[in-house]
């Protein structure tokens, strides 16, 4: 039996395979950032204990999204105490803030507010 094709479906996946070429090498530190902020963030989602899609999804987005916030300053703060460059700890810093994002918020809402959440 022959594969399905069609003119939209091999349109489309020329379109994205052009659009990654070109954008590419503008957006190679975000890509870094964006993986690793996904990957981290999918090994949380996968270490809850009741997991519904809901809950699943906003663990899945805020994950990203602090990856994405806070990945720079904290791979330009360690660089010079591990001897690397920014740019090799970008995916592995991405993925450790996506992963483990449940304790860097707490920590976070316990400086600011001054006290422990119950």
């Not at 918020?105 to 001054?114: F, P």
Request: glycine letters at 12%; hydrophobic letters at 55%; proline letters at 4%.
């Amino acid at each position: 039996m022959t594969e399905p094709t069609t003119p939209a479906v091999t349109g489309g996946a020329l379109l994205l395979a052009a659009m990654t070429a070109s954008l590419g090498p503008l957006l190679a530190e975000w890509a870094l950032i964006f993986v690793g902020g996904f990957v981290g963030s999918f090994l949380a989602v996968t270490a809850m204990e009741t997991l519904t899609l809901r809950a699943a999804s906003l663990v899945l987005f805020r994950g990203l999204g602090m990856s994405i916030l806070f990945t720079g300053a904290t791979a330009a703060l360690i660089a010079p105490h591990v001897g690397s460059s920014v740019d090799m700890l970008l995916l592995p810093m991405a993925g450790i803030i996506g992963w483990q994002q449940d304790k860097l918020l707490s920590i976070l809402r316990k400086r600011i507010t001054g006290k422990e959440e119950s």
